[in-house]
């Protein structure tokens, strides 16, 4: 019996452990408008824009200046992408689930400041093709 409710138990035990040392913490990602988010963007202090799609929807058109950092490769490319994880950060997708997600784990890997604003069809505001934003630096 006793090797029944260890076997029982311990398992549990090393999940319960295990989703505590990963879990995101989503309580320090504060949730904002797209008019709430442009504000903050077009404002006095520096802040990154990460668009958490794939590159193929990236290009189609996204946020001008936004950091392309896809939600499938963030915890390896963050560090990279985004290395002061003091600097304000705020992300976005197209429907807002994947920005959330994206929100929720830069916040548990240490991002200080992180922002979700959802969607990109909920911006109604200036949005480029990543061919567009070239021929701009080239001019």
Do not use: C, N
Request: negative net charge; aromatic residues 6%.
């Amino acid at each position: 019996m006793l090797k029944f409710l260890l076997l029982a138990v311990v398992p549990l035990v090393i999940a319960v452990l295990a989703m505590a040392f990963t879990s995101h913490d989503s309580s320090r990602v504060r949730k904002l408008t797209a008019a709430q988010a442009r504000e903050i963007i077009e404002g006095p202090g520096h802040v990154i824009v990460v668009d958490v799609r794939e590159a193929d929807a990236y290009d189609a058109g996204h946020i001008p200046g936004a950091v392309l950092l896809p939600l499938s490769r963030l915890s390896r490319h963050a560090p990279i992408t985004l290395p002061d994880k003091s600097v304000p950060v705020l992300v976005y997708s197209e429907t807002g689930s994947s920005s959330a997600r994206a929100a929720a784990q830069l916040s548990g890997m240490g991002y200080e400041d992180v922002s979700d604003f959802g969607g990109l069809r909920s911006w109604s505001y200036d949005v480029v093709t990543t061919e567009q934003e070239e021929s701009a630096e080239r001019v």
